[in-house]
């Protein structure tokens, strides 16, 4: 898809190192400040965790993907056999199985699992895109394993990411945007059934008439988008009362009224709010938070960081993040439409969707937007797994860039 054309010259890349290391740098004080009162105080962890993922980045800078890719299948078996060992000898903790423990160090093999499955599919879909329904099995058999046992863990934000992950690459691979629309719609019709059941009967039909027009076998498909449609309202209801656990159909209801339970699954997002709010424009100064300083918000330091930004650098700083998370956004898709290779455009846009969907999860659940759903916010939140996860696929969308050259047309 891609044609022959000139070279560039390697040059330093200040957007794709700038952003993540400048926010590292703020998220080092006010993690910092969510530990004044605790007994313990290892914030500066999270800048030695980001020194390490530094330097592996910049070693993966210099390292051309297209020699990755004979160790695709056994980095994502390895992966795979990590996940099981979760079920198996992991550590609990808050109520889920998800961390494996070597001496004083917890590993969250899910969080590498988003990197290995980034790479396979990428590597699927440039070889074998999307141009039949049956294509679609190589992209599911590819992410269905990890993706399951990630699930029952559980982990619902993780197992989301992947989701949005398969979508995206899917898109970008050339599947057209109404298959991508049926892909996702079983979701849209699960979420009818929970909330506005009435509205089922206009939306059921509604995607079987998307099926009938983007298929050649039409009937057939606007049946068989009936009975899936169908079958999911029918379930929901079930996998509501068995497929999640209590706390976890809590932070999907609470979100919509978090006042209705304001001291058990409504406090973080209570607390949250109050906390960004009352940062007004400028904030309170970092480590001056007196929310954060009192621990109000459980967890700050990770999945709630925002709001010690709302409350220590007000709406300046939180606008400051959203702008710098938008303008790596932005870089990273020029840097997949001037990659060599459909492999390579599709690990950056896979990369992209994994750190811009934490992003906006994590965002809108901290400002009652979106239910909580523990997923972190990249290069902000306390997590080493996660911050050598975040510089590793750095580092491969540095070698991509590294590497790329302007092509005449792209994939997307």
């Known amino acids: 898809m891609f044609v022959r054309s000139h070279f560039r010259k390697p040059q330093r890349e200040w957007v794709l190192w700038g952003v993540p290391i400048g926010m590292t740098a703020v998220a080092g004080f006010l993690i910092a400040s969510t530990q004044r009162q605790a007994d313990y105080a290892d914030w500066y962890h999270h800048w030695i965790t980001a020194g390490f993922g530094a330097s592996v980045a910049l070693s993966l800078e210099r390292l051309p993907l297209k020699h990755l890719k004979p160790l695709l299948i056994p980095i994502y078996g390895l992966t795979v056999a990590s996940l099981v060992a979760v079920r198996l000898v992991g550590t609990t903790a808050l109520g889920a199985q998800r961390w494996i423990s070597i001496g004083t160090v917890h590993i969250q093999p899910s969080e590498f699992a988003k990197i290995a499955v980034t790479l396979l599919l990428a590597a699927v879909l ?52 109404e298959w991508v629309v049926l892909l996702l719609s079983p979701l849209i019709t699960a979420l009818l059934a929970g909330i506005l059941p009435w509205m089922i009967a206009l939306w059921i039909p509604l995607a079987a008439l998307l099926a009938y027009r983007s ?54 997002l209570l607390q949250s709010m109050v906390g960004i709010g009352s940062g007004g424009l400028v904030g309170t100064g970092l480590l001056q938070g007196q929310l954060t300083k009192l621990r109000f918000i459980p967890e700050q330091h990770t999945d709630f960081i925002f709001s010690a930004l709302g409350e220590e650098t007000g709406f300046i700083g939180c ?38 969907f934490q992003v906006v999860v994590n965002i809108f659940m901290t400002i009652g937007l979106g239910p909580v759903t523990g997923i972190p916010l990249p290069f902000l939140s306390y997590g080493r797994s996660a911050m050598v996860v975040n510089f590793v696929a750095l580092g491969l969308c540095l070698s991509v860039l590294r590497q790329s050259r302007r092509p005449f047309a792209g994939l997307r």
């Open 215 to 268: 298929f050649s076998r039409k009937r057939f498909t606007a049946v068989v988008t009936i009975a899936i449609h169908g079958a999911m309202a029918k379930v929901t209801p079930w996998l509501w009362m068995h497929g999640l656990k209590d706390y976890q159909r809590d932070r999907l209801v609470l979100f919509l009224d978090p006042s209705q339970d304001p001291l058990g699954g409504g406090y973080h």
């Open 319 to 356: 606008l400051l993040v959203i702008l710098g998370f938008a303008l790596l956004m932005t870089r990273l898709l020029q840097v997949a439409r001037n990659a060599r290779s459909d492999f390579e455009s599709l690990v950056v846009v896979g990369i992209g969707t994994m750190l811009m």
């Open 126 to 177: 440039s070889k074998h895109p999307v141009k039949q329904p049956t294509d679609l099995l190589r992209p599911f058999g590819v992410i269905a394993l990890p993706w399951l046992l990630v699930f029952i863990q559980p982990d619902l934000g993780t197992s989301l990411v992947f989701g949005a992950l398969m979508l995206t690459t899917l898109y970008w691979s050339g599947m057209p945007i």
